[in-house]
């Protein structure tokens, strides 16, 4: 990635978050796999900064949970057990199903045309088996769920869930992309609908889904970050 005459025109104290941002992206698309190091010297020399800022974002991740970093070797891209990934879906399955029944009680016309748009936006991606147009709209959509909720404390957790989540959803949605969208469908109509309890179990059924779909398919003690059909050049 040639970033160096942008970052350029960027102030260091913003560096770190370009560099996180780089990183997310690369470990999402596939760039880089479970184990993997993540390479200060290489990846400073590429985007043309100091090691500063690569150290910064790793440790911003490791909060995150997509980093741990093992003493005298470096920051690592985390291999997760099946038991972790379950608990997050559960809570995830959760937190979406309050979000849906908050928002189906006060969404406005304008929100529910944005997230209209989303969904045939992913329908057309579902169609034409583009998994990072879909992958991408689709954090989109239930990230835009939860901020017209309007809570802070349930933005916040379900932000830092997401995080973790990179770990897994592109799994569970990689191998289903016209099953997650039909979800989506049901999910839009019940809020277009108004109706709480239906966006509420719409959502949730969307998270289970997603859980069922990710364990058929990783049935061992450790998981893989990154779907097979999804490989790359690591850091």
């Known amino acids: 990635m040639k970033v160096n005459s942008k970052l350029k025109l960027i102030r260091p104290t913003s560096l770190a978050s370009v ?7 690369r470990i999402v698309d596939g760039e880089v796999a479970p184990g993997d190091r993540i390479n200060e010297n290489s990846m400073a020399a590429e985007m043309g900064i100091s090691r500063g800022p690569i150290r910064e974002a790793c440790s911003a991740l490791v909060k995150a949970g997509l980093l741990e970093f093992v003493v005298n070797r470096g920051c690592f891209v985390r291999v997760v057990s099946t038991h972790e990934a379950r608990d997050l879906y559960v809570l995830r399955a959760s937190l979406m199903r309050l979000a849906g029944q908050l928002l189906a009680a006060r969404i ?3 929100e529910i045309k944005v997230l209209s748009k989303m969904v045939e936006e992913m329908s057309i991606a579902a169609a034409t088996e583009d998994f990072h147009g879909y992958y991408s709209v689709n954090r989109t959509f239930h990230d835009s769920i939860v901020e017209f909720v309007n809570n802070k404390r349930l933005r916040e957790i379900c932000n830092g869930l997401d995080k973790e989540l990179h770990l897994y959803r592109t799994q569970s949605i990689s191998r289903s992309l016209k099953e997650s969208d039909r979800e989506h469908k049901k999910i839009m109509a019940a809020l277009a609908s108004r109706d709480s309890e239906k966006a509420g179990e ?3 059924s969307h998270i289970d889904n997603s859980m069922a ?3 058929s ?3 061992s003690g450790r998981v893989a970050t990154i779907s097979a059909a999804v490989t790359g050049v690591k850091i």
Request: proline residues 0%; glycine residues 0%; hydrophobic residues 45%.
């Open 19 to 25: 560099v996180q941002a780089e990183i997310e992206r």
């Open 108 to 110: 406005t016309d304008q």
């Open 202 to 204: 719409a959502l949730a």
């Open 213 to 215: 779909r990710f364990f």
């Open 217 to 219: 398919v990783n049935t």
